[in-house]
């Protein structure tokens, strides 16, 4: 099945700092990749996502890019703000997983932005 | 759109009590609902995927006997916990898919205690 590796598990920054989480899969039939932000006793948000047939997209301060190559995809904050303190899970998706529409989390990233 | 509510929010039971969790696809028809498991300060742990009207499919190493899941409606999933015990607490998350088949929505989530 497919493995999702994320790194930092823990990233602080100054305010207005940029922020990057790194993902890797195994699976190259892995064709959907969402981020998701999840704050202290709440669900996960989805706050951006990308397709294989696409590289980079950016939504505002937040942007993910996409190397199908290397099999690996990273989530970009630039101007961070104490607000963006969450912890941050990447997350892998294919048809050719053993369930459509299953997701394949990392382990997540507590990400701290300082005032 | 796309908003998923879960209820209750938090629980607390006797040991030997069953619990049930609801998740809701508010403004969506999800064809698919994953239940997921999330200990602190660790990622999501997929228990099991249902589909509405059919049986749900349940990981390795997780007990149908005593997670029970109900598919009634595209908009209404439940998950039984029966004869509860401690080692049961945890926070309890569901997910349906949108429109976009590979896009997941979450639920806030349901903190389970039991004591």
């Known amino acids: 099945g497919e493995n999702v590796e994320q790194h930092p598990s823990t990233l602080s920054v100054q305010e207005g700092d940029s922020a990057v989480i790194k993902c890797t899969y195994s699976d190259s039939a892995s064709n959907y990749f969402p981020w998701y932000k999840q704050e202290l006793g709440k669900g996960p948000q989805l706050i951006i996502d990308i397709r294989s047939n696409v590289g980079e997209k950016k939504d505002q301060r937040i942007a993910v890019t996409l190397n199908k190559t290397a099999k690996h995809f990273s989530l970009h904050i630039t101007e961070t703000q104490p607000e963006d303190s969450a912890v941050y899970f990447c997350a892998a998706s294919g048809e050719g997983g053993s369930t459509l529409g299953r997701l394949y989390f990392g382990r997540g990233t507590q990400l701290t932005v300082w005032p | 759109g796309a908003v998923v509510s879960q209820h209750p929010s938090r629980v607390i039971c006797k040991s030997g009590t069953s619990v049930k969790i609801e998740c809701r696809s508010l403004?969506?028809?999800?064809?698919?609902m994953f239940w997921y498991r999330q200990f602190p300060k660790q990622s999501l742990m997929l228990m099991a995927t249902s589909n509405e009207g059919s049986k749900a499919t349940y990981e390795q190493g997780v007990e149908k006997d005593k997670f029970l899941i109900n598919h009634a409606s595209l908009t209404l999933s439940t998950l039984t916990v029966t004869s509860a015990h401690p080692e049961d607490s945890s926070f309890y998350i569901c997910?349906?898919?949108?429109?976009?088949?590979?896009?997941?929505?979450f639920g806030p989530g349901t903190r389970l205690l039991v004591l």
């Open positions: 997910s349906a898919n949108g429109l976009v088949l590979e896009t997941q929505y």
């Open positions: 403004d969506f028809q999800a064809t698919t």
